[in-house]
């Protein structure tokens, strides 16, 4: 469990070798909803955008877009999620609908997989063992994150300014610029809530997905495209002083 400055996160690493992968599951907010970030060479992948994971043995996966790359040149390669359920969302939720997923502790005690497959050169099964201990551990790290940065509804609520875009139109100009191509071409649209933590900087240190439709083919792209190229103006308190804010936003995908 890491209980950095401004976010939690669940690190384990896997295999040896050319074999070995590590996982990042964080959370930086109360709701039920992760980023996850699988490093190594098996998780190079293909041209096809689409991953189908799986919390499993006894849940169903769920197909979804993710990003890839490299960090350097000598960084293994890695693919990044982000507004990820730990189940999938109900039938029962159509496209155009918030959705989310709520689990208990009966369902995460019977969590001890990961599968991945689709879009990778081979499928991955990491065994993780019962999920309910590691994320009871990240759900007081989210409490104590909430309350060291003063990010819960009512500090919030007493700042003098909250943190203001700097580049708004660039943002917008480069949101649109990574409309996914395979849901351009089908005419598909979306919305995506976020929510962005900002250090006294100005800079955004984590994005959080808030609520997303189906698909979430979306979620990656709006977080990626901010947390790439996102400036504020940090929250100040009563005095003037620079404070961590939380900045909200939608993003809605549409074709015409």
Same mark, same amino acid.
């Given at each position: ?30 709701? #039920? ?8 060479? #098996? ?9 189908? $994971? ?29 507004? $990820?359920?730990?189940? #999938? ?33 081979? #499928? ?72 962005? $933590? ?21 979620? =990656? ?15 100040? =308190? ?19």
């Amino acid at each position: 469990m890491d209980h950095a400055e401004d976010k939690c996160r669940l690190i384990r690493e896997f295999g040896e070798g050319d074999e070995r992968v590590i996982l990042h599951i964080e959370q930086t907010g109360r709701e #039920p909803f992760y980023n996850l970030a699988v490093f190594g060479e #098996p998780v190079d992948t293909s041209s096809n955008r689409i991953i189908r $994971i799986t919390f499993g043995p006894d849940e169903e996966g769920t197909e979804r877009s993710f990003l890839a790359g490299e960090l350097k040149d000598a960084d293994p390669p890695f693919i990044l999620m982000h507004g $990820i359920h730990l189940a #999938p969302v109900p039938d029962g939720a159509k496209q155009g609908e918030f959705a989310v997923v709520n689990i208990g502790s009966e369902t995460e005690t019977a969590i001890t997989e990961l599968r991945l497959e689709k879009g990778i050169p081979d #499928p991955i099964v990491l065994q993780l063992g019962p999920m309910n201990a590691p994320l009871d551990a990240m759900r007081l790290c989210v409490g104590d994150l909430v309350e060291t940065l003063r990010l819960d509804p009512e500090s919030i609520s007493e700042l003098a300014s909250s943190p203001k875009p700097k580049n708004r139109r660039k943002l917008v100009r480069e949101i649109q610029e990574y409309y996914p191509s395979r849901m351009l071409q089908k005419g598909i649209g979306g919305e995506v809530s976020v929510k962005m $933590i900002v250090n006294r900087d100005g800079k955004p240190t984590s994005c959080q997905i808030a609520q997303s439709d189906r698909p979430a083919a979306f979620d =990656d792209y709006v977080c990626f495209g901010l947390m790439r190229n996102a400036t504020f103006e940090p929250a100040t =308190d009563a005095n003037g002083e620079p404070q961590y804010g939380v900045w909200k936003t939608s993003v809605i995908y549409q074709t015409n």
